[in-house]
């Protein structure tokens, strides 16, 4: 290998090192202040890091290293040439867990609505016109789940997830509202909302005309994410619960849904309250609504049947080849976005619908309907209860036959 390529290889290593920093660093619940701090020292020791490399490199390779250079040059050579394209090898080989199936449909809400009538004036906009973004191109996802745990009576039971809608001046309202109505369609027993709601404090007046668009026929549900806590967090919840969402943060409830009892609960932990896994309800299903997925190795443990996250925002920018770089999460990339099975857990992480810097490329932004079986079954056609789930408008339970 020559040194050319050794050097590049170690370069690579490097800013790989130094994401894999930023991505753990954000997710471990800092407060604001302290994390843009933390985040400038990171920086720093980056360049510093950067310039110990180049230095020793200009010497030529004539010089004996630094020892603390030249181990952190084999570190960087490690990331670069094994760690960087494994990862990336695995998101790409990565399939669906056994029983689930998607159908759905794309919907380019600029063409349909104009892209100037959904960009608004706030700090940000001009990312909105940047050429090949997603950030108005939105996925429904219509997926069929087979859980083995769920009772046979709630077949067909449907959850509609809504995540990461970061309300911003750099949209117009307008924009949320087309996305709501579009969520608005689906027919559906519970909604939830998976947390970071709001971006700015002006936006907070929305959510209301916003979010009361959706409702569940058995309840309609929210929790907060760490964006939230930054704009005035108890107005935010008292805004959801005027828009007829439960507020779910750090607790649990029961519902009794067809003679059977769901145990749903909710947090935002790190940034918000955190949630007993001890006190879980009696129930005969349990589900976590918790906004960042770096919560489900306790899921696990704690044998609940549904999480539904978000955060993650799939990355936002997916490169070709690599996937997501930069994601907040204390595991980096390993939970991006999609389905994640362990034992009798399973986890869907939304992509959501927008962000603070709103730029998307190869990661559109998703809403995304859960229709719940107990088995799926390729060569029949579908249940009763299952076909009520897709079509039924009236006020009954979509689930029962």
């Known amino acids: 290998m020559n040194n050319g390529l050794l050097a590049a290889l170690v370069v690579i290593g490097h800013v790989g090192a130094f994401v894999f920093l930023i991505n753990v660093l954000h997710a471990q619940g800092l407060a604001p202040r302290l994390l ?22 200009a010497l030529g390779s ?19 040439l094994v760690a960087i394209p494994g990862s990336s090898l695995l998101l790409r080989l990565r399939r669906l867990p056994a029983g689930i199936q998607e159908r759905g449909e794309e919907i380019d809400l600029a063409e349909r609505h104009g ?25 429904k996802r219509d997926w069929t789940i087979a859980i083995p745990s769920l009772p046979p009576e709630w077949d067909g039971l449907s959850i509609v997830q809504v995540s990461d809608l970061h309300f911003a001046p750099c949209f117009q309202q307008r924009f949320f509202e087309h996305v709501a ?29 916003v979010l009361s668009r959706l409702k569940g026929r058995l309840g309609t ?18 805004e959801l619960e005027r828009a007829g969402y439960t507020d779910l943060e750090g607790r649990w409830i029961q519902l009794e849904i067809e003679g059977g009892t769901l145990a749903l609960g909710g947090t935002s932990a790190p940034w918000g309250p955190k949630l007993d896994f001890r006190s879980i309800p009696e129930a005969d299903f349990r589900c976590l609504l918790s906004h960042s997925p770096d919560l489900f190795p306790r899921a696990v443990g704690a044998g609940i049947d549904l999480m539904l996250s978000g955060h993650n925002h799939g990355g936002q920018i997916r490169l070709p080849g690599v996937g997501p770089v930069f994601m907040p999460s204390r595991y980096s990339r390993r939970f991006d976005r999609g389905y994640f099975r362990s034992g009798r857990t399973l986890l869907h992480v939304s992509q959501g619908v927008a962000g603070k810097h ?7 932004p998703e809403i995304s309907r859960l229709v719940l079986r107990v088995q799926v079954e390729s060569d029949r056609q579908p249940s009763r209860a299952f076909d009520s789930a897709l079509s039924r408008q009236d006020d009954t339970p979509s689930f029962a036959s």
């Open 358 to 364: 709103p730029i998307r490329i190869g990661c559109v």
């Open 221 to 238: 549900f929210s929790i907060l994410g760490n964006h939230d806590f930054s704009h005035h967090p108890e107005r935010v919840r008292e």
């Open 115 to 139: 892209r100037e009538a959904l960009i608004g004036d706030g700090r940000y906009r001009a990312l909105l016109k940047v050429r090949r973004n997603e950030a108005f191109r939105l996925r």
């Open 181 to 209: 109505d579009e969520a608005a369609q689906w027919p559906a027993d519970l909604v939830v909302f998976t947390g970071d709601l709001v971006d700015h404090d002006q936006a907070i007046d929305w959510i209301v005309p």
């Open 62 to 80: 004539s010089n004996p290293w630094w020892w603390p250079v030249r181990g952190y040059a084999w570190v960087c050579l490690v990331v670069g």
């Open 36 to 57: 843009s701090w933390t985040n400038r020292g990171a920086a720093l020791a980056a360049l510093l890091g950067a310039a110990a490399l180049a230095w020793e490199l």
